[in-house]
């Protein structure tokens, strides 16, 4: 698939790029094929994990198109199905997904990134929240953000838009590996692998659990859980593939997922 999204399967992986010179920004448009082609993977039964990229190697995306805006996009229009980027809406997205930050990563780009579970970055990758320069708010990140870094830093990023070096944005754990430019699709898509041999099941628990406590007293998170209120671990804990897991680890090999 090919225009300002491409697509690209192997197996159980699905590579969605950016691709919309000269620096990957967003419109309504591409927001919306993007919540459909996450909601398309969602929905399939066959495939595992997925990688959001961009094309080229100075932007991964700036956000918001202002220039599409100044021709009339609006900024309250319709994003699609899983709101701006095609993920932050995305509801019961139990897969993974893979973030390869290939260049500037800032504003509604950041956002973007910040949905993902995993990212990785290549070594020249820059990140910023720079939205108060222009008189608006970082709406997400600024849910987002706190949350994931400490408040502090999160705070200065969002209040002077000051930019940070991938080194710092390790550093302070929004990024999670560093790697060199050529060499951050091979790695992006090697994690990927890893992922796809994985359980299914397994992972949409983690998700499911992992969104329901994150504004919950942890006995009130582990009460649900325990009381069978999550779909995903009712699904797991009545699974061909719980069984599985036990059986292989007592006979000593490895387990053969199915998803069910």
């Known amino acids: 698939m090919s225009g300002p999204v491409e697509t690209r399967k192997e197996g159980g992986i699905l590579e969605v790029k950016l691709n919309r010179p000269k620096a990957n920004a967003v419109d309504l448009e591409t927001s919306r094929l993007l919540g459909k082609i996450f909601k398309d993977f969602r929905d399939d039964p066959d495939m595992r994990v997925a990688i959001y990229t961009g094309e080229g190697d100075k932007f991964f995306c700036p956000g918001w198109d202002l220039k599409a805006a100044a021709d009339g996009d609006a900024v309250d ?21 893979i973030c ?12 973007i990134a910040l949905s993902c579970d995993i990212i990785l970055a290549a070594e020249h990758a820059s990140f910023a929240l720079p939205e108060i320069r222009s008189g608006t708010v970082a709406d997400a990140a ?15 990023m969002l209040l002077t838009g000051r930019w ?20 951050l699709m091979d790695k992006a898509w090697e994690m990927a692998r890893q992922l796809e041999s994985g359980p299914p099941l397994v992972y949409a628990a983690i ?3 992992v969104r329901d406590a994150e504004d919950s007293k942890f006995q ?24 599985e897991g036990a059986k292989a680890f007592a006979e000593k090999r490895d387990p053969v997922w199915k998803g069910r």
């Not at 319709?78 to 019961?92: A, K, P």
């Not at 995903?232 to 069984?243: A, C, H």
């Open 77 to 97: 229009g319709d994003y699609g199905v899983g709101g701006f980027g095609g993920l932050q809406e995305l509801s019961h997205m139990n897969k993974p997904v």
């Open 100 to 111: 390869a930050v290939n260049g500037i990563c800032c504003g509604g780009g950041l956002e």
């Open 142 to 156: 600024s849910i987002k953000l706190p949350k994931r870094i400490p408040y502090h830093v999160a705070m200065e």
């Open 164 to 183: 940070l070096d991938v080194e710092e944005a390790h550093r302070w754990g929004f990024v999670n590996q560093i790697h060199k430019a050529d060499e």
């Open 207 to 209: 998700k499911e659990v």
């Open 220 to 243: 009130d998170a582990l009460n649900r859980i325990t009381q069978s209120q999550l779909a995903t671990v009712e699904k797991l804990y009545n699974s061909e593939d719980q069984l």
